[in-house]
């Protein structure tokens, strides 16, 4: 089992930058793949961006340009940096793991899931 808790959210400012963070703990020599995904209110789950154990990263549409994910050289914190932040990036952000090397991308729902933590945008 692996557990995550995600950190970092709040508000910020319409233009603004945050930088979340996801602690993983307990079998965390399982983990290949790392991700963030959000869900705004009323919306779907959207998978922003996924990096695997060696470092490879993949994004989603939503994610390009403006999003940067990265772990720590543990491989045990997981970041997204957020910048240029819109309205629309107002959701709940959560991080994932799984331990597949085939399924490790955004359009994939990977199986282990952290709590969340929310962002709210104020222009």
């Known amino acids: 089992q692996v557990q995550l808790v995600e950190s970092g959210g709040g508000s910020v400012q319409d233009g603004g930058s945050l930088r979340l963070s996801c602690a993983a703990s307990?079998?965390?020599?399982?983990?290949?793949?790392m991700g963030w995904f959000r869900r705004a209110p009323g919306g779907e789950r959207e998978g922003l961006a996924t990096i695997d154990r060696d470092g490879r990263t993949d994004y989603a549409e939503s994610g390009k340009g403006r999003f940067t994910i990265s772990q720590a050289n543990t491989k045990n914190t997981l970041y997204l940096q957020m910048n240029r932040l819109k309205p629309q990036d107002a959701a709940m952000y959560y991080c994932?793991?799984?331990?597949?090397?085939?399924?490790?991308?955004?359009?994939?729902?990977?199986?282990?899931w952290g709590k969340g933590t929310l962002v709210t945008i104020s222009s």
């Open positions: 994932a793991a799984g331990s597949s090397r085939n399924y490790c991308a955004p359009k994939y729902v990977l199986p282990d």
């Open positions: 307990g079998f965390t020599y399982r983990i290949y793949c």
